[in-house]
């Protein structure tokens, strides 16, 4: 379908990429030629990483190389914190603290400043949500895997196993996924060769947006007002009947169960095996999950609206003690990895994005052409022809 008129750009092909494939028929997650179930359980968020920009920068550093140059990142992103950040950026919220953090960092378009794009937003949120508790910032520890540094530097103590495990799959999952709202507005900034930094921005203002990725913090503020499984239709029913939207649910391409629901659903399970996971929560979300979903049949038959990756995103999140004003921020330390591989891809194609409108205001009220002056005025220096 091509919504022309509705603003979405709803079916249209905007790009080819080799990067990732959302086949939203069958509920499918391909990642640069592996399927999500195969990378989500098993592979470190440096090795996704290396997947997705392989082929797109040169120099290019061997895997393990990789790993060690994003730790390094990391303490170079640390470095550049300044001391009275704490006070001016923690009043707002996260994900305008980490995005005036990331605005600092210089642009460009090769492989260091990508790996210290990456290791950025991992480092800043950790230091953000530890400023916003009233403690210091922990510096990287650039020997350990980057999904568990980022819990050790937000907690102040090293994960288990299974905690960096868990947080490694939320990263790998949400890494790439087409051309979703904040990849191609990285990619329509890389195509102007503002640099990768630039991109980066972009993306996160994007992700920003509840329709986006702002959705699994409201998830669980819904959560804490139904409170009980006995309460959950009730509740999930007025908000339908309110004219709200539930959070969590609902999605462009799939038109059934989102793939990564159930890659996070899985990293749960097993947090949970080692006793991480408060399982009255669970039990209520899952109960929550299941009324929503016949509500959203009930009431919106004609749209197949199913659990989206947001939902089981708040309860690992939340499982692995991130705030829920942080998930945003958790999420761009993730999709990140996507949109700096989309923008190098498209800085390779060599053409600005650069669509066509349809002009459907007023006329202009006189079409008359003006009048010519009698003296011809003096030739001035013509302006530069811009592409608006
Ligand atoms: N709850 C209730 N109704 C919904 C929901 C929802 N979660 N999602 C869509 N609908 C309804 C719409 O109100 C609309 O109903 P109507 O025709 O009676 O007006 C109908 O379903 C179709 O909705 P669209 O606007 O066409 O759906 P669209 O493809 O534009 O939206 C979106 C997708 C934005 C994700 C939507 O489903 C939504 O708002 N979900 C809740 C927010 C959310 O979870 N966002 C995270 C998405 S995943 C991600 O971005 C990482």
């Known amino acids: 379908m091509n919504n022309d ?6 079916g249209v092909v905007a790009a080819h990429t080799v990067l990732s494939e959302v086949d939203g028929a069958a509920g499918r997650l391909v990642i640069r030629g592996h399927a999500l179930d195969e990378i989500a359980q098993r592979w470190r968020y440096e090795d ?14 061997q895997a393990d190389g990789l790993r060690a140059a994003i730790g390094r990142a990391r303490r170079e992103a640390f470095e550049r914190l300044q001391p009275n950040d704490d006070a001016l950026l923690r009043r707002l919220p996260p994900i305008e603290a980490v995005r005036a953090l990331l605005a600092r960092l210089p642009d460009g378009d090769d492989l260091p400043t990508a790996l210290r794009l990456v290791a950025a937003p991992a480092v800043y949120t950790a230091a953000v949500m530890r400023w916003r508790l009233g403690v210091q910032a922990l510096a990287p520890d650039e020997t350990l895997p980057h999904a568990a540094d980022m819990l050790r530097m937000l907690h102040g103590r090293t994960p288990t196993a299974a905690q960096g495990a868990a947080l490694d799959t939320y990263l790998v999952t949400v890494c790439d996924h087409g051309l979703n709202a904040s990849t191609f507005a990285a990619r329509v900034v890389a195509s102007t060769g503002a640099g990768l930094a630039s991109a980066v921005l972009a993306g996160i203002s994007a992700l920003k947006g509840p329709l986006h990725g702002g959705a699994p913090g409201p998830v669980l503020d819904a959560l804490d007002a139904i409170g ?9 029913e007025e908000a339908v009947a309110d004219g709200q939207r539930l959070m969590g649910f609902g999605h462009r391409i799939y038109r059934v169960r989102d793939p ?24 209520l979300a899952e109960a929550a999950e299941q009324a929503a979903l016949a509500i959203l049949r009930e009431k919106k038959p004609g749209r197949a609206l199913e659990t989206n990756v947001e939902f089981y995103t708040a309860l690992l999140l939340e499982a692995l003690g991130f705030g829920r004003e942080s998930f945003t921020c958790v999420f761009a330390a993730g999709r990140v990895g ?3 591989a989309h923008a190098r891809e498209q800085v390779r194609k060599g053409r600005l994005i650069r669509p066509q409108s349809v002009y459907v205001g007023p006329a202009p009220k006189d079409a008359a052409a003006p009048e010519t002056p009698e003296t011809p005025a003096t030739p001035e220096t013509p302006e530069p022809v811009l592409a608006h």
């Open 5 to 10: 008129d509705d603003g979405s750009l709803e």
């Open 48 to 61: 996704v990483v290396a997947l997705l920009f392989e082929g797109f920068f040169d120099p290019w550093p």
């Open 228 to 236: 009980t499984a006995a309460n959950a239709r009730a509740w999930l």
């Open 260 to 283: 990564r629901a159930d890659a996070l659903k899985g990293a749960l399970r097993r947090l949970g095996a080692e006793g991480s996971v408060d399982a009255g929560r669970l039990a």
């Open 338 to 340: 996507g949109w700096l």
